[in-house]
Structures are given as structure tokens and as C-alpha cells.
């Protein structure tokens, strides 16, 4: 079983940029690579110089989605202290968001720089607050209806490409998933297509799950945690309706 952390974290030593991941993991584990201009609000968040108890540092990446124009919905574990408690207020580290784009270093989009978390009270979900507005990205829309058993969502994530590479991938990954539980605060899903063991893994804490409907994205639940990737598995969410009032409530209050 994959740990909170362990998503989102990866050791680097002071003077190197070496990504080490704790398991082998995957990015949307056996998803295809996104189109150019499909699901602009999809985030990539890029974490430099985290303080581990040693004195050392390590960077790290989770994935997120924008949920209005200066904030960022993904795993409320992405943002932590030395000591792996969780964190609200200035951002502990610097952090950017990139978005608007599929490749992470190609043209066209944005990176803007997170200022602020903010913690949801109810799971694993926080808010990043960006430096200033994103024009011209239109944010996903939060889910206003519970998830149902057996109902079909789309994973979008910026996680490893496979279980040897422990770095986040060059190029936005997806692949769709099934709600298997849906308790208070969380969402069991698990793999559909193209793979029964398509998924989330390492640096995809945060990731969008999502309703496509006719009035656009929805999103459902954010990436938590899970077993080792690939599975075929439940990979467990944190469920966006139980933490929604928080949400705009926070969102309103900036």
C-alpha cells in the first residue's frame, strides 16, 4: 500500500536533482498521453527545496486541477512541513503551477507561482492559492451530486510514465476508471479503459476524476492514495461534494 506521502514525494539530495521514488509507480498507469488543448485545467505542480529532518532537501510533484481563476484543488498531503504534518497559510516551499498546455515544457499556457494553502476540514484535499489570476482557462466545475457505484470518470495526471522512471511525465496522461465504493468522505475507483489497471501512481496526488456532461467537466474526486502501481485494484479519492461548501467558502473569502 502506497503511503500519502510517497505519491507526492521523491528524495533529492542537496546539490542534485534526482528524483527517488519510495515504490515502483506509474503515472495514469497504462492511460494515453493527452491532445494538445483537451482539459486545459488539468494543473501540474512542481515542488522545489521541501526541508527533510536530515538538513537535506528533495523536490517533488502532484497534479491538481484549477477550480477558479487563482486556485488550484489537489491532495491536501502535497503541502506539508518537515515533519509531514500538514500545512495551511504561505506556501512551505516554492511550488508552481503549470496549466493550459500538455507538454509540460512546450508553448502556449501558463506557470504561475503558488502563494497560499489552504486545508480542507472533511479529507484529503487542499487549495493552492496562484500568485495571481489565470485568464483564458476555463475552470472545471465542482461536482453538485454525489458519485454513484459503477459510474465512469476521467483521470487526468501528470505522474511517472512507469514503474523504472521516478520522474513526473513530459506529456498530461489519462485514461477513464470506475467508482467501485463511495463512502463519506472518499471514492473507490478502479481501472476501465484502456486497461483494467489504468490508474493513478507516483506524483499524481491530486489528480482530477471528472464527469464529462454536456454542460463540461465536473470534477468528482482528487487523487489519495492506493496500492502499488499497476493494479486492478481500488485506488482510494477524496470526494469533492463532502469538502464543497469549504471549497467556495475559501474561494469566496480570497
Given at each position: 500500500?502506497?503511503?500519502?506521502?510517497?505519491?507526492?514525494?521523491?528524495?533529492?539530495?542537496?546539490?542534485?536533482?534526482?528524483?527517488?521514488?519510495?515504490?515502483?509507480?506509474?503515472?495514469?498507469?497504462?492511460?494515453?498521453?493527452?491532445?494538445?488543448?483537451?482539459?486545459?485545467?488539468?494543473?501540474?505542480?512542481?515542488?522545489?527545496?521541501?526541508?527533510?529532518?536530515?538538513?537535506?532537501?528533495?523536490?517533488?510533484?502532484?497534479?491538481?486541477?484549477?477550480?477558479?481563476?487563482?486556485?488550484?484543488?489537489?491532495?491536501?498531503?502535497?503541502?506539508?512541513?518537515?515533519?509531514?504534518?500538514?500545512?495551511?497559510?504561505?506556501?512551505?516551499?516554492?511550488?508552481?503551477?503549470?496549466?493550459?498546455?500538455?507538454?509540460?515544457?512546450?508553448?502556449?499556457?501558463?506557470?504561475?507561482?503558488?502563494?497560499?494553502?489552504?486545508?480542507?476540514?472533511?479529507?484529503?484535499?487542499?487549495?493552492?492559492?496562484?500568485?495571481?489570476?489565470?485568464?483564458?482557462?476555463?475552470?472545471?466545475?465542482?461536482?453538485?451530486?454525489?458519485?454513484?457505484?459503477?459510474?465512469?470518470?476521467?483521470?487526468?495526471?501528470?505522474?511517472?510514465?512507469?514503474?523504472v522512471s521516478a520522474q513526473?511525465?513530459?506529456?498530461?496522461?489519462?485514461?477513464?476508471?470506475?467508482?467501485?465504493?463511495?463512502?463519506?468522505?472518499?471514492?473507490?475507483?478502479?481501472?476501465?479503459?484502456?486497461?483494467?489497471?489504468?490508474?493513478?501512481?507516483?506524483?499524481?496526488?491530486?489528480?482530477?476524476?471528472?464527469?464529462?456532461?454536456?454542460?463540461g467537466a465536473e470534477v468528482?474526486?482528487?487523487?489519495?492514495?492506493?496500492?502499488?502501481c499497476p493494479h486492478d485494484?481500488?485506488?482510494?479519492?477524496?470526494?469533492?461534494?463532502?469538502?464543497?461548501?469549504?471549497?467556495?467558502?475559501?474561494?469566496?473569502?480570497?
Amino acid at each position: 500500500m502506497r503511503s500519502l506521502p510517497a505519491l507526492a514525494l521523491s528524495a533529492v539530495t542537496v546539490g542534485a536533482v534526482l528524483f527517488v521514488g519510495g515504490a515502483p509507480a506509474q503515472a495514469v498507469a497504462n492511460g494515453v498521453p493527452v491532445d494538445e488543448g483537451q482539459y486545459q485545467f488539468s494543473t501540474k505542480l512542481t515542488m522545489t527545496g521541501i526541508p527533510t529532518p536530515d538538513g537535506a532537501t528533495r523536490d517533488s510533484a502532484c497534479s491538481g486541477a484549477l477550480v477558479a481563476p487563482q486556485w488550484i484543488l489537489t491532495a491536501g498531503h502535497c503541502f506539508h512541513d518537515v515533519d509531514g504534518n500538514l500545512v495551511s497559510g504561505p506556501v512551505p516551499y516554492d511550488t508552481v503551477a503549470t496549466l493550459g498546455r500538455v507538454h509540460a515544457t512546450g508553448e502556449g499556457g501558463v506557470d504561475v507561482p503558488v502563494v497560499e494553502v489552504a486545508q480542507s476540514p472533511v479529507n484529503d484535499i487542499s487549495l493552492a492559492k496562484l500568485e495571481r489570476p489565470v485568464e483564458g482557462i476555463e475552470p472545471v466545475r465542482l461536482a453538485t451530486s454525489a458519485p454513484t457505484a459503477g459510474e465512469v470518470l476521467r483521470l487526468t495526471g501528470w505522474g511517472a510514465l512507469d514503474g523504472v522512471s521516478a520522474q513526473p511525465a513530459e506529456q498530461l496522461q489519462t485514461g477513464l476508471v470506475e467508482v467501485a465504493s463511495v463512502a463519506d468522505a472518499t471514492v473507490g475507483v478502479s481501472g476501465k479503459e484502456p486497461s483494467p489497471s489504468t490508474g493513478a501512481c507516483l506524483f499524481d496526488s491530486g489528480a482530477p476524476y471528472f464527469r464529462e456532461t454536456a454542460e463540461g467537466a465536473e470534477v468528482v474526486s482528487t487523487e489519495s492514495t492506493g496500492p502499488d502501481c499497476p493494479h486492478d485494484l481500488e485506488e482510494t479519492t477524496a470526494r469533492v461534494d463532502a469538502a464543497a461548501d469549504w471549497i467556495r467558502a475559501t474561494i469566496k473569502g480570497s
